[in-house]
Structures are given as structure tokens and as C-alpha cells.
T-cell receptor, first 115, second 113 residues
């Protein structure tokens, strides 16, 4: 079990720059989720994919955010023109549509710091 | 508004002692309730998952209870160990279709020797 893998683990960038994160889910999982977690808070849902289709997006996901899962395997989350408020941990999780009572498996996240 | 509230916010106990963490939720529809453990700087790891028809689930020294009528859950940790120091997050699954999760803010547990 290779688990959910996220890259990079840490990203420091200047305000206004674009950043892209990658998530590799567990191979047999067809659902993939992105969450954002700020210090002292629980994760907040951003968006989710079933296979390559992006089926739901949170209102938290402004126009500067875009997520893709082109082949239904790995996913990328891009933030354009980063702002101070984007500093957070970005978590990816995956699950299997056909095991609805199995837990979502999380990666260890990408910690984004905006200078 | 769908909410998951946890108490206490933080807790300090001595190694070997037991503790109980509480969770109240107002989520509808409700499909399941999960407890996750999150170590600092790591992603959450699932401890238990219960549907509305289950009222208790154990995973080693962790035992979760669920009262779907009062919309309350608890996580009991027995014979705590130093490695139990972490945040414990109560999570409610509100939709059967999307498995979209609603997270509480967590209880920060510190176990001291």
C-alpha cells in the first residue's frame, strides 16, 4: 500500500506567484478530493473528482484556483496570483466510489507559505 | 448550517490514563461519522467509521460511540501512550453520493510521562 502521495511537501513563494501541487492517489481509488487546512482548524473541502470528472467545487475555490485530473489518476491543484490568505496546508485524499463506508485516505499535504 | 463541534479544544493527561473526547453535529443528511487522528504536520489517519445504525466501534485502544438520535459521538482512549499526542478530528459524511466530509476543528491531546 503506497498510500496517497503529495508533492512538494513544502512550498514557499512570494505573493503574486503561481504555484502547482500534485497528488497521486491510491491506484484503485477513483475518487480524489482536495482540502485546505489552516492552523488550528479542521480541513475544509475544496473540490472532488470522480475519475477525470470534477463533480463539485466549494465556494472557497475562487477563480484563482484550478484543479485537474486529466487521466483519472493523479491530480494537480494550481493557485494563480497567490495571496497571503492562501497560506495553508493543502491536503489530498482518495477513496473508492464502491466502498462508501471506507475512509478517505489522506496524504501528508503540501504546506504553502506566502511571503 | 452543517456543523461539527468538538470539546474540549485541548486536553492534557498523564501517560496510562483514559480520556474521552466529545463531538456534536448538526449535519443533514447524515451518512456516517468518522474519527481521524492527525499528528502535527501529517495528514489525518482514520481511526473508526460508523453508520447511523452502529452505536460503537473499536480500534485497539480507541472506542467510538454514536447516538444518532441526539447527534452526539465520543472517542474514548484507554491507557494512553505518549504516541497518542495528536489532534483528534470528528468528521461527518453528509452525502451518500459524493462522500463529502464535514470536519470538526479537532481536540488537541497531549500525553505527558
Amino acid at each position: 500500500d503506497t498510500g496517497v502521495s503529495q508533492d512538494p511537501r513544502h512550498k514557499i513563494t512570494k505573493r503574486g506567484q503561481n504555484v502547482t501541487f500534485r497528488c497521486d492517489p491510491i491506484s484503485e481509488h477513483n475518487r480524489l478530493y482536495w482540502y485546505r487546512q489552516t492552523l488550528g482548524q479542521g480541513p475544509e473541502f475544496l473540490t472532488y473528482f470522480q475519475n477525470e470528472a470534477q463533480l463539485e467545487k466549494s465556494r472557497l475555490l475562487s477563480d484563482r484556483f484550478s484543479a485537474e485530473r486529466p487521466k483519472g489518476s493523479f491530480s494537480t491543484l494550481e493557485i494563480q496570483r497567490t495571496e497571503q490568505g492562501d497560506s495553508a496546508m493543502y491536503l489530498c485524499a482518495s477513496s473508492n466510489q464502491w466502498d462508501s463506508n471506507q475512509p478517505q485516505h489522506f496524504g501528508d499535504g503540501t504546506r504553502l507559505s506566502i511571503l | 448550517k452543517n456543523q461539527v463541534e468538538q470539546s474540549p479544544q485541548s486536553l492534557i493527561i498523564l501517560e496510562g490514563k483514559n480520556c474521552t473526547l466529545q463531538c456534536n453535529y448538526t449535519v443533514s443528511p447524515f451518512s456516517n461519522l468518522r474519527w481521524y487522528k492527525q499528528d502535527t504536520g501529517r495528514g489525518p489517519v482514520s481511526l473508526t467509521i460508523m453508520t447511523f445504525s452502529e452505536n460503537t466501534k473499536s480500534n485497539g485502544r480507541y472506542t467510538a460511540t454514536l447516538d444518532a438520535d441526539t447527534k452526539q459521538s465520543s472517542l474514548h482512549i484507554t491507557a494512553s501512550q505518549l504516541s497518542d499526542s495528536a489532534s483528534y478530528i470528528c468528521v461527518v459524511g453528509g452525502s451518500y453520493n459524493t462522500d463529502k466530509l464535514i470536519f470538526g476543528t479537532g481536540t488537541r491531546l497531549q500525553v505527558f510521562p
